[in-house]
């Protein structure tokens, strides 16, 4: 029974963490720079070469992006209150 709550928890708990879908499709503008932040750092993530270590450093700056956005979807669903969802 432990290992079934232990289970439980590890998959719900990062389901609580991140935004629901429900928030990104309230805001699709924010839901599609997610999506092509995320192909783009695909793309770079597949490089034959570092430039210098420059590519690695755009997909840091696209992590922080990511990261910003995931947080501005969970804000909104946070305060819907002050965040209303887009053409509202």
Same mark, same amino acid.
């Given at each position: 029974?432990?290992?079934?709550?232990?289970?439980?928890?590890?998959? /719900?708990?990062? +389901?609580?963490? $991140?935004?629901?879908?429900?928030?990104?499709? =309230? *805001?699709?503008?924010?839901? @599609?720079? /997610?999506?092509? +932040?995320?192909? $783009?750092?695909?793309?770079?993530?597949?490089? =034959? *070469?570092?430039?210098?270590? @420059?590519?690695?450093?755009?997909?840091?700056?696209?992590?922080?992006?990511?990261?910003?956005?995931?947080?501005?979807?969970?804000?909104?669903?946070?305060?819907?209150?002050?965040?209303?969802?887009?053409?509202?």
């Amino acid at each position: 029974m432990k290992k079934l709550y232990l289970y439980a928890f590890a998959f /719900i708990l990062p +389901l609580s963490l $991140t935004p629901s879908a429900r928030a990104a499709d =309230e *805001h699709p503008t924010i839901a @599609h720079a /997610i999506a092509s +932040l995320e192909h $783009t750092k695909q793309e770079l993530e597949g490089g =034959e *070469h570092g430039f210098g270590g @420059h590519r690695s450093k755009a997909i840091e700056h696209i992590d922080s992006a990511l990261k910003e956005l995931h947080e501005a979807l969970q804000y909104a669903q946070d305060h819907p209150d002050e965040v209303k969802p887009a053409g509202k």
